[in-house]
């Protein structure tokens, strides 16, 4: 059976735009991962590179830029990713940029994020490594997340047991909390301390009041603060210690001089300890008194002699004559007064 122009005109069709279809396909593919563009590639070396797959996609500031073009492992802990990167935005990654595996989503397909380095470097090259960052794996955040659910269990255990023991009146909080009298204890002994405070905060007001007091001029650190006052205690201090120091000398100068009497050196020892010296001073002061009572006789009897008894007189009378001078002129004084 001859097919006709109407079916063969759609079969064209239908292949022709199966082939279009296809071409698109391959191109949208081909540009999604980088293969009819202009690019280069970079380098990053991980210890793990959790899940990465060949094509993944490479983002830099969060913005597609190429896709992993090859995975190769040199050691076991050693990864080294090979990505193909647009041509156009190695100038603005720099040498300093740090590569970090992440994932498209909660729990997408694996991507390489490409972070900005601190500070200012230069922009890379074709072929450059740049650092990488190894991100904690989910498989270690669960095993420390369920670490961490048991270690919360295990305080809520104790807690919860801390807590009955508590209602239940046993331990120290519990006695203070289900003892009344102990809690009426503990209240008497907050209100003494509250009483006792404010005795204290009364007692340093006071105190402070005594300070500024003694901080006064009137006081005697006031006294003491001026300079003129210290100069004048000074000086008086000074004499003090020059009039002790004459003390000393003189003390000394005496013990010295009743040392020798002692010793038997001096006038005064000699003198108090020779009789015969002091038979002949007791003798000198009664002939002494002998001659003095012989002049007394002596001088009455000139007084009596009449070759003296005129000059006698005459000493008599003026002695009378200022004695009534005198009496006159007291009389008068008394007046006065």
Known sequence: MEKTTGQKIQLGLFVIIG???????????GDKQKMFGKTNHLISVFNNVNGLQLGNNVRYSGVNVGTVRSIEMISDTIIKVDMIIDKSIFSYINKNAVAIIGSDGLVGNRIINILPGKGSSLPVRAGDEIKSINKVSTDEMLNTLDITNKNVALISTNLLKTTQ??????????????????????????????????????????????????????????????????RKIKNILFNIEESSAKINAISQNLDKTILNIKDGKGAINYLSNNPKLVRKIDSTMTNLNTASFLLNEDLKAVQHNFLFRGYFKKQEKERLKALKIKQKESPETDKKY
């Open 19 to 29: 082939l279009l279809l296809f071409v698109l396909a391959v191109y949208f593919i």
């Open 165 to 230: 023991q508590i209602n239940d009146g046993k331990g120290t909080i519990g006695v203070l909390i289900k003892d009344s009298i102990v809690a009426n204890e503990v209240k008497a002994i907050v209100s003494n301390l509250k009483i006792t405070s404010k005795g204290t905060a009364q007692l340093i007001h006071k105190v402070n009041q005594v300070v500024n007091e003694l901080d006064q001029k009137n006081s005697l650190i006031g006294v003491l603060k001026d300079t003129l006052t210290a």
